[in-house]
């Protein structure tokens, strides 16, 4: 395995300065654009948006301003460009908040961090994390299927066949809540499966 998930790791300040200069302004262009963003950025000159200090004068969408204007503008609140049909998944998160997905490469951007967790090809990932209108499963997913490992998609319950699912199949990691973790390793302990 790379020691890096890629080039974007080892970039010089230079670099990622330069990229910042480049990438924010067309960004934040793009999403004055967009009419959930449109008032809060009104003010906002995207070509003085070029350093980290001037991203982090930009304005923040709280979750309650998101839960607003996905209330009035259904489904997304006017925050994508895209209509709901040209994603993959749309998801539903606690608030309620609808999220759009894709299955793209590390479209949720989760491969780095389970590179950076030892995470890559030849491992199988146990993804407890639930399918259903939440995206978490879809994320962990995606991230694994981004740096080359397979997936055993478990959600939650049925521990006794998880366990032996897990044993079978040989995985190699876990992704879900540490409590369930807790869970499955008692069950295979009162199995008598080492995992």
Same mark, same amino acid.
């Given at each position: ?9 080892? !970039? ?27 008032? %809060?950025?009104?003010? /906002? =000159?995207? +070509? ?13 969408? !709280? ?17 994508? %460009?895209?209509?709901?049909?040209? *994603?993959?998944?749309? *998801?539903?998160?606690? #608030?309620?908040?609808?999220?759009? #997905?894709?299955?793209?490469? =590390?479209?949720?951007? +989760? $491969?780095? *961090? ?5 995470? #890559? ?5 146990? =993804?407890?994390?639930?399918?259903? +209108? ?7 997913? =995606?991230?694994?299927?981004? /740096? #080359?490992? %397979? /997936? +055993?998609?478990? $959600? ?6 998880? /366990?032996? %699912? ?30």
């Amino acid at each position: 395995m790379s020691v890096h998930f890629d080039d974007l790791e080892t !970039r010089s300040e230079d670099e990622r300065a330069a990229s910042l200069a480049e990438c924010l302004p067309a960004l934040v262009a793009e999403a004055r654009a967009l009419p959930g963003y449109a008032g %809060a950025l009104a003010e /906002v =000159n995207p +070509l003085t948006l070029t350093t980290r200090e001037a991203l982090a004068a930009l304005p923040v969408l !709280r979750k309650s301003g998101l839960v607003a204007a996905q209330s009035a503008e259904a489904p997304f609140g006017g925050y994508t %460009a895209w209509e709901a049909g040209q *994603f993959d998944h749309v *998801f539903q998160s606690p #608030g309620p908040i609808y999220e759009p #997905g894709c299955v793209s490469t =590390n479209w949720w951007r +989760l $491969g780095r *961090f389970l590179h950076a967790a030892g995470i #890559g090809a030849g491992d199988i990932v146990q =993804n407890c994390f639930g399918y259903h +209108l939440t995206p978490a499963g879809m994320m962990f997913e =995606n991230g694994a299927r981004a /740096v #080359g490992a %397979a /997936v +055993l998609p478990a $959600g939650t319950g049925q521990t006794e066949l998880q /366990v032996r %699912a897990a044993r079978d199949v040989g995985v190699t990691a876990y992704a879900g809540t540490p409590d369930f973790l807790k869970v499955l390793l008692d069950r295979a302990d009162a199995l008598g499966m080492d995992l």
